[in-house]
């Protein structure tokens, strides 16, 4: 079966985006539609996955959305591309592990193109980007990932910070991590991302084949 490849020009209301992933994820899995991929930007929202905790929570004034998603508190808005996907696991293998690392290397090699160097960690799972400042060494997060697997069948995705507002992130600690920074790609390099969302496709359709 093929793939979908759905890009949505104005933003998504966040629970709107999750019914519909979850709905084609019931499709999928009675064969009656194909896997997905969304490229959209979401409306302003914080959102926490399942492993969040209360006090993660800084500003208590915001409102939080909880999602059924791996991982814990971060925020949605302009600027930031996020890529949804919805891909059955049944025929690649089971592994979910291979997932994650094919979601890491699309990011990672995008970048490339930019002329961007970033990582992946284990233990902090999302993409990372290493910079100096005031001759330390600074790391700061660019894509966080969060994923879902039901009936093996994978959905959720990631999100990438290219122009986004970082002064939401000062109301919560962002993935439960409080001694790292959030940055963007417009903070990293001031330049054009227009194509991005075409090269993440493509990077993203090479590593689930293999």
């Known amino acids: 079966m093929m793939i979908e490849i759905k890009k949505s020009i104005k933003p998504v209301k966040y629970k709107n985006a999750i019914s519909l992933l979850e709905k084609r994820l019931n499709e999928?899995?009675?064969?009656?539609?194909?896997?997905?991929?969304?490229?959209?930007?979401?409306?302003?929202?914080?959102?926490?996955?399942?492993?969040?905790?209360?006090?993660?929570?800084?500003?208590?004034?915001?409102?939080?959305?909880?999602?059924?998603?791996?991982?814990?508190?971060?925020?949605?808005g302009p600027g930031q591309l996020v890529f949804y996907?919805?891909?059955?696991l049944n025929k690649r293998g089971k592994n979910i592990r291979k997932l994650i690392a094919s979601v890491e290397n699309t990011i990672i090699n995008t970048l490339k193109e930019f002329n961007i160097k970033v990582f992946a960690d284990?233990?902090?799972?999302?993409?990372?980007?290493?910079?100096?400042?005031?001759?330390?060494?600074?790391?700061?997060?660019?894509?966080?990932?969060?994923?879902k697997v039901k009936k093996w069948i994978a959905y959720h995705g990631f999100a990438?910070?290219?122009?986004?507002?970082?002064?939401?992130?000062?109301?919560?600690?962002?993935?439960?991590?409080?001694?790292?920074?959030?940055?963007?790609?417009?903070?990293?390099?001031?330049?054009?991302y227009n194509?991005?969302?075409?090269?993440?496709?493509?990077?993203?359709l090479k590593e689930i084949k293999n």
């Open 160 to 192: 990438l910070n290219i122009s986004n507002n970082l002064n939401a992130y000062t109301k919560i600690i962002p993935c439960g991590i409080k001694d790292k920074a959030i940055t963007n790609l417009i903070k990293i390099k001031n330049q054009k």
């Open 85 to 88: 996907f919805v891909i059955d």
């Open 122 to 147: 284990r233990k902090n799972v999302g993409i990372w980007h290493k910079r100096k400042f005031d001759n330390k060494i600074k790391i700061e997060k660019v894509a966080a990932i969060g994923i």
């Open 28 to 76: 999928i899995d009675t064969k009656k539609n194909n896997e997905l991929i969304w490229i959209l930007e979401h409306e302003e929202v914080y959102t926490a996955g399942t492993n969040y905790k209360d006090n993660e929570v800084l500003d208590k004034s915001i409102k939080v959305v909880k999602t059924s998603r791996g991982g814990k508190i971060t925020y949605h």
């Open 195 to 204: 194509n991005i969302p075409e090269i993440l496709i493509k990077k993203f």
